[in-house]
């Protein structure tokens, strides 16, 4: 069955220190991949998305980037935090749209101090 | 005014009763996933509809396209059902998922 791990859970990071997320999806080849941002009060919104290998589309201009290294790999990266990049960061998939099953990770809260 | 609106946004029961959590969408969609959040925890995927209604065990989960809205029932609450339960859709146009803000549950013993 398909899974998807997401990791750290929590996270403390310093203004200006790198941030690395990571995403991998198990059981399944050839994902739609997504990372989303929860600010707080608000709703996740969309950050990047890849449908294969080094294709990667961003939704909003920000400090951060995502590259996809391998089939089932996703990264969300940031060279220098900001404090607005504090919330919570969700990695998503699916295997063709939103209009067949889809599994969510367990979600990174960043707070940058 | 966001695309997606969830009401409550907060709830409290006390466990038996039965609950509804309400979803209202502004937008043409293909699909619309409800979606639960453990305190903690990562997101897990309850039901993903895009027309008439499903059930799980004690969940139900409805939806009606002509009037843009879904709602998610909980018979026989328990404190286990204590989340953060999130409504998304699908866009039709652009297969984007956009998500209301959750309503979270609290369900006492």
């Known amino acids: 069955s398909q899974t998807i791990h997401q990791w750290p859970a929590t996270l403390v990071q310093p203004v200006g220190s790198p941030l690395s997320l990571e995403c991998t999806v198990e059981g399944t080849s050839n994902p739609n991949l997504y990372w989303y941002r929860q600010a707080a009060g608000r709703g996740l919104q969309l950050l990047f998305y890849s449908v294969g290998i080094g294709q990667i589309s961003s939704e909003v201009p920000q400090n951060l980037s995502a590259s996809r290294p391998q089939d089932r790999q996703f990264i969300l990266s940031s060279k220098k935090l900001l404090l607005s990049d504090s919330g919570f960061y969700l990695c998503?998939?699916?295997?063709?749209?939103?209009?067949?099953?889809?599994?969510f990770g367990q979600g990174t809260r960043l707070t940058v101090v | 005014k966001n695309e997606v609106e969830q009401s409550p946004q907060n709830l409290t029961a006390q466990e038996g009763e039965f609950i509804t959590i309400n979803c209202s969408y502004s937008v043409g969609i293909s699909a619309l996933h409800w979606l639960q959040q453990h305190p903690g925890g990562g997101i897990v995927s309850l039901f993903m509809?895009?027309?008439g209604k499903k059930k799980h065990g004690r969940l139900i989960a409805t939806i009606n396209i002509q009037e843009k809205h879904s709602s998610l029932h909980i018979t026989a609450s328990h404190p286990r059902d204590s989340a953060v339960y999130i409504c998304?859709?699908?866009?039709?146009?652009?297969?984007?998922?956009?998500f209301g803000t959750g309503t979270r549950l609290q369900v006492f013993p």
């Open positions: 998503a998939c699916n295997w063709d749209s939103w209009n067949t099953e889809a599994f």
């Open positions: 998304a859709v699908a866009r039709g146009d652009t297969d984007k998922l956009i």
């Open positions: 509809l895009s027309s």
